[in-house]
C-alpha cells in the first residue's frame, strides 16, 4: 500500500492481516511522520456544534477501562447526550478492546491518536515499554474469537481521520500542524514561542487537543493556563485558544483522576473524576508484555 494512501476498510480480515506484519505500512521515506501515512483529509463534520447543547470531549483514554467507565457515568448523569474523543483510545493499557468497545458506542467521532495509529499501521518514535504496549494491543484485537467484533474493530480505527472542523472548533489529536504526533507543551510558552504562533495561524477560532495529557488553555500571547488557575472554566471570547482536554486513562500533571471538558454554548468546563486506580495497576501488573511503570505511574498521575 502506498505510504499516501486512504486507508482501506473493507476487508477488516485482510486489515488484521496486514497490520500483524511489521513494517507493512511504513512509509519509504526515512523518519517520515504517520501523518504520511494515512489519509489526512478533513473528517466530515458530525452535527456536534449545536450552540444550546453540552458536549463533552475525552481524549487518551489508554485502555484503562477503570478511568473510562467512570467518565461516562459522570457523562451520562449530568445528561450529555454527545461525546467526542480526540485518540488514543488504546495503547499503555490494560483493557483496549473493552474501551474501544465502548468508545464505538458512545462517541460521534474520534479522532486518531498516535497510539490507535501504532496498532493499525506501526509504532513511530515509541519507547521499548510503549512499542511493546502497542504489539501487545495488537495481538489483542487480531486473537479475539468473535469475529464480528474483531473486524468492527479494525474497520473503526481505520476510519478514524486525523482531523475534524466542524465550523465551531477544530479537533485533532497533537497540533494543528502535526495532527498525530506533534505536542503541545506548556513550557512551549517559553522555549518554543516560534512553534506556537506557527501552530496559532493554523486554527480559526477554538482548537481542542490531546496527546500531551496535561490539561489547560493556550492562548496566542503566548501563555498557558492550567485549570485551577481559570476555576475550572474557560470563558469563551473571540481569541484563539488551544484547548488541551486533559486524559482519561493516564493523567501527567501529577493528579491522578481522569480529566475531561465539556463543551457548553459560552465556556469550556474542566473536569477530573476519580477513579479506582489500584484496581487498574494490578491489571496492568498481571500481564508481562506490559512494563509495570506504565501502571504505577497512574498512582501519582505522571
Not at 507493512?24 to 504517520?34: E, G, L, Q, T
Not at 481522569?258 to 477530573?272: A, G, K
Amino acid at each position: 500500500m502506498p505510504s499516501d494512501s486512504p486507508v482501506n476498510t473493507g476487508d477488516a480480515d485482510s486489515i488484521a492481516k496486514l497490520s500483524s506484519m511489521k513494517n507493512a505500512h511504513k512509509p519509504d521515506v526515512p523518519d517520515a511522520s504517520p501523518e504520511a501515512a494515512i489519509d489526512t483529509a478533513v473528517a466530515p463534520a458530525p452535527d456536534v456544534s449545536a450552540q444550546g447543547e453540552p458536549m463533552a470531549i475525552i481524549s487518551d483514554i489508554h485502555g484503562n477501562l477503570e478511568g473510562l467507565t467512570v467518565v461516562m457515568e459522570e457523562i451520562r448523569q449530568r445528561g450529555i447526550k454527545k461525546i467526542c474523543c480526540l485518540g488514543d483510545v488504546i495503547g499503555y493499557g490494560p483493557n483496549p478492546l473493552e474501551c474501544m468497545d465502548i468508545v464505538i458506542e458512545s462517541c460521534e467521532f474520534t479522532i486518531m491518536g498516535n497510539h490507535d495509529f501504532a496498532i493499525f499501521f506501526e509504532p513511530y518514535n515509541f519507547n521499548s515499554a510503549a512499542e511493546n504496549a502497542a504489539f501487545w494491543t495488537r495481538s489483542q484485537f487480531e486473537t479475539d474469537p468473535n469475529r464480528e467484533r474483531r473486524n468492527r474493530r479494525w474497520r473503526y480505527l481505520g476510519s478514524m481521520q486525523t482531523r475534524l472542523n466542524n465550523g465551531r472548533f477544530l479537533a485533532v489529536h497533537g497540533s494543528p500542524r502535526r495532527p498525530i504526533n506533534e505536542y503541545i507543551f506548556p513550557d512551549d510558552i517559553y522555549s518554543a514561542q516560534q512553534k506556537l504562533s506557527l501552530i496559532f495561524d493554523r486554527i480559526p477560532h477554538l482548537c481542542f487537543v490531546g496527546h500531551t495529557h496535561v490539561p489547560g488553555v493556550f492562548v496566542q500571547h503566548p501563555d498557558f493556563y492550567p485549570p485551577d488557575d481559570l476555576g475550572g472554566k474557560y470563558v469563551i471570547s473571540d481569541e484563539k485558544a488551544i484547548i488541551n482536554v486533559g486524559s482519561v486513562g493516564q493523567p501527567r500533571d501529577h493528579d491522578p483522576r481522569s480529566s475531561f471538558v465539556i463543551l457548553h454554548h459560552d465556556h469550556v468546563e474542566f473536569v477530573r473524576i476519580p477513579y479506582d486506580v489500584a484496581t487498574t495497576v494490578e491489571k496492568v501488573r498481571a500481564i508481562d508484555a506490559l512494563d509495570n511503570f506504565l501502571g504505577q505511574r497512574l498512582i501519582e498521575g505522571t
